[in-house]
């Protein structure tokens, strides 16, 4: 009986087998998304354009990238029709980038008590100024 080599394949052994190639779909996804902004995509339009195998993978990609936020991508029909929108109002998002002013430390005012109406509220006096007191 013949031994056979042992090939550690850790190592980088040459098989008959080669690992088929990853194909990068997105990058297709993207610039076909971009020249049909505003207009509605379907999947398979997209499967035609990537020669993708199934519309899973293709359901994948643009899951991809509205979860990372990388494109602007409308869902028209959920896992079917999407649209590329190039400026998509977000008045949330920008309220939020503008900067609060922040408030002011209270200053110390002194009050001094004029008097009461006739249904007990206190009146008092400030700068020159009446103000009504009420308990909070």
């Known amino acids: 009986m013949a031994k056979l080599p042992i090939r550690n394949a850790t ?6 087998k080669q690992a088929p190639q990853r194909v990068h779909r997105a990058p297709q996804i993207v610039q076909h998304l971009q020249d049909r902004a505003g207009q509605p995509v379907t999947v398979q ?3 035609d354009v990537t020669a993708a195998p199934n519309p899973t993978t293709v359901q994948n990609i643009v899951a991809d990238l509205i979860r990372r936020k990388k494109l ?3 869902v028209v ?8 929108v190039a ?7 920008q309220a939020r980038q503008q900067k609060q002013p922040k408030p002011s430390k209270p200053q110390m005012r002194t009050f001094e008590e004029v008097g009461t109406t006739s249904d007990g509220t206190i009146v008092a006096k400030h700068d ?6 009420q308990e909070m």
Do not use: F, H
Request: charged letters at 35%; hydrophobic letters at 25%; zero cysteines.
């Open 11 to 16: 190592k980088g052994s040459q098989t008959s």
């Open 45 to 47: 339009e997209l499967m």
């Open 72 to 74: 602007d991508i409308e």
């Open 77 to 84: 029909v959920r896992g079917n029709v999407w649209r590329y």
């Open 87 to 93: 400026q998509k109002p977000a008045p949330e998002k």
């Open 128 to 133: 020159d100024k009446l103000y009504t007191v």
